[in-house]
């Protein structure tokens, strides 16, 4: 299945006008985590040397094994670089699969999916979540810093999570983690998986600006709005970075109200941020 999906993920790239080399993230959603090896030993074939980062979880999937999402980036490509890391050493975990520690297009750089493994066993951190998510996040801070950013950078963090009981204790890391480098939070969005990587109880990803973007004054811009959708309070969290990219948050949004909101509100909301961009 995992074949079939790539080869239609690579008609749709050409259709319009990119081939796999111009991917820079994926997000993978297995059924079973137990597919990861033999997923990544189908995936792995069409990427080259430099694949892109990935963040890999496990899902309810209800009609298939797997689903990919792709991120791609055509142009500008000396403005493209990644960071690959496949040998153990002691500064972060190597990666476990086929993809990228990093990838970075123009002034955003995407980081793979975390986990608390220790860097020089790649074993999973004992002692249960809050120690795992303490190595976890020295982990992507280890690999932030070597790809010509800073944790402090981060416009985005998504965090999976097996129990949203920890949802509380994310959030207070994440607190924790910005304040003590002086820097104001991303957007964070913590998400329920059915199963990370090596049986880990917690996996970040985030996105973060590039120092030179920090130092044109491109982070942080955010704004916080709240509207009403039938009566209801929605709170959206906009992240700027420069004028090209845009990160939107729909927070505590009750599902009668997430089904009203249309496109055409979204595209409202959207020009909005742009407006008060500039």
Aim: include cysteine; proline fraction near 4%.
């Amino acid at each position: 299945e995992t074949d079939i999906v790539m080869h239609g993920i690579g008609g749709l790239l050409k259709e319009h006008g990119f081939g796999f080399e111009d991917v820079f993230f994926v997000f993978i959603y297995v059924r079973n985590m137990a597919d990861f090896a033999s997923m990544n030993a189908v995936y792995g074939k069409f990427f080259g040397i430099k694949p892109p980062a990935r963040a890999t979880v496990e899902m309810p999937l209800m009609a298939a094994q797997i689903e990919i999402e792709c991120l791609a980036h055509r142009g500008r490509s000396a403005l493209r670089e990644s960071l690959h890391v496949q040998g153990i050493s002691c500064w972060a975990p190597a990666c476990s699969g086929p993809y990228s520690q990093s990838h970075a297009v123009g002034s955003l750089v995407y980081l793979a999916g975390q986990i608390g493994l220790q860097p020089g066993t790649m074993l999973l951190t004992p002692g249960g979540f809050d120690e795992e998510q303490q190595v976890t996040l020295a982990n992507i801070s280890a690999v932030a810093d070597a790809v010509r950013s800073r944790l402090r950078n981060a416009v985005l963090c998504r965090v999976y999570v097996l129990d949203m009981a920890h949802e509380a204790a994310v959030m207070a890391a994440v607190a924790d983690k910005f304040a003590q480098a002086e820097a104001e939070q991303p957007l964070v969005s913590v998400v329920r998986a059915r199963g990370l990587p090596k049986g880990a109880n917690v996996e970040y990803q985030l996105v973060c600006a590039t120092d030179a973007a920090r130092s044109d004054g491109g982070v942080p811009r955010s704004v916080r709005w709240e509207t009403r959708e039938d009566q209801t309070a929605v709170h959206y969290n906009v992240k700027f970075v420069e004028d090209d990219f845009l990160f939107l948050l729909l927070e505590a949004v009750p599902d009668n109200v997430a089904a009203a909101i249309e496109a055409s509100s979204l595209r409202r909301l959207v020009a909005r941020c742009l407006r008060t961009a500039v």
